[in-house]
């Protein structure tokens, strides 16, 4: 079903402990708890004006394509559809071109600023600034490139 008709929605609150429960133990490229880097990116979408499906959206954002929670999962979850609609748009395909993906992003209504969040977290100096200078060379390279696919402000 691709609704929560007769069912209660996950609140923000229990979408944020989920997603913590699900990345538990995973780190970041620069070895600090995943967790922080969801928060980070619910932060930023909700300092944007976001709306909730989409506060939602930021905490799962990385789930489906870390593994941390099945695409089936997120079929039948207590979500509402722009939400799960969101999280998929986000999510990496193995293989896929950028600009296969950033197309998929501006053509789903609210995933624009769930990766722009993303993308404002992981380009973060403070955050690049631990990784090596060619990890770090790399990453910012791949991220401006994101941006300039999305059309959003470099920077």
């Given amino acids: 079903m691709d609704d929560t008709r007769g069912t209660v929605p996950l609140t923000l609150a229990e979408v944020e ?3 913590r429960r699900a990345h538990e133990g995973q780190t970041d490229k620069a070895g600090r708890p995943y967790a922080e880097h969801l928060a980070a990116v619910a932060a930023g979408v909700r300092a944007r ?3 909730a499906e989409q506060i939602a959206a930021a905490w799962l954002h990385d789930a489906v394509e870390d593994d941390a929670l099945s695409a089936e999962w997120l079929a039948e979850a207590a979500l ?3 939400t799960k609609d969101m999280v998929l748009a986000v999510t990496k395909r193995a293989g ?3 600009e296969e993906y950033a197309a998929r992003i501006l053509a789903t209504p609210g995933a624009l600023l769930v990766k722009e969040a993303d993308l404002a977290h992981n380009a973060d100096p403070e955050r690049l600034a631990v990784l090596d200078p060619a990890t770090r060379e790399r990453l ?3 991220y401006a490139r994101m941006r300039a696919l ?3 402000a470099s920077g």
């Fill in 80 to 82: 509402a559809p722009a």
């Fill in 140 to 142: 910012t390279a791949k």
């Fill in 150 to 152: 999305l059309g959003l």
């Fill in 49 to 51: 004006g976001g709306s």
């Fill in 96 to 98: 896929e071109p950028p």
């Fill in 17 to 19: 402990a989920l997603a």
